[in-house]
Every structure is written in structure tokens, then in C-alpha cells.
């Protein structure tokens, strides 16, 4: 499963968000059930970032979504939005060879 989140961030908390997330990854990915994390930026609107998640299952990104790292990383996350997030929980259809 992946796990696909938009976030719209004050330009001023660009690097603020980016110092957080590179804090944070490394246990994100360390969760249990968590195959990779990636941070993705949009490249005409660098205020735009998207995580980008690989799961084993639905239950396992709840886990993580229940847990006190991802309250306190959302916490200080949301703190630095100038937009409203947005999520999506996606699997492939159908992988190109």
C-alpha cells in the first residue's frame, strides 16, 4: 500500500519543515511495517512537498497514524501549513514490466 500526502506550506517554513522531516525519516521508515519513506517536492510551486510512503498494510500505517511519533511530527507539521493537507491510501492497478 502507499500512502500519498500533500502538504502546503507558509514559504517561510520551507526550511523549517525540511530540517523536521529529515529528523523524523529515518524512524518513520524504522516503523514497524513502514518499507520506505520519500520526501517529494513539487518543482513549479516549492512551498508544495508530498510524502510518499510504502506500507505492508492498512493496519500497519494505522498503527503508525496512532502512534506518538507521528503525533508529535504532525503536530509541528501543521503548525507550518499555509494550506489544507491532503491524503490518499493507493496500491498499483497495473505494473509496467
Not at 497514524?65 to 501543521?78: A, E, G
Amino acid at each position: 500500500m502507499i500512502r500519498i500526502v500533500k502538504m502546503v506550506f507558509d514559504p517561510e517554513q520551507i526550511d523549517t519543515f525540511q530540517q523536521l522531516f529529515a529528523e523524523r525519516k529515518t524512524r518513520i521508515a524504522g516503523f514497524p511495517g513502514c518499507q520506505g519513506v520519500e520526501l517529494l517536492q513539487d518543482i513549479d510551486q516549492p512551498n508544495v512537498f508530498f510524502t510518499y510512503s510504502h506500507w505492508e498494510s492498512p493496519a500497519h500505517l494505522e498503527q503508525y497514524r496512532q502512534s506518538d511519533l507521528f503525533k508529535d511530527t504532525w503536530r509541528h507539521t501543521k503548525a507550518l501549513f499555509a494550506g489544507k493537507p491532503a491524503a490518499w491510501s493507493v496500491e498499483v492497478a497495473n505494473k509496467a514490466s
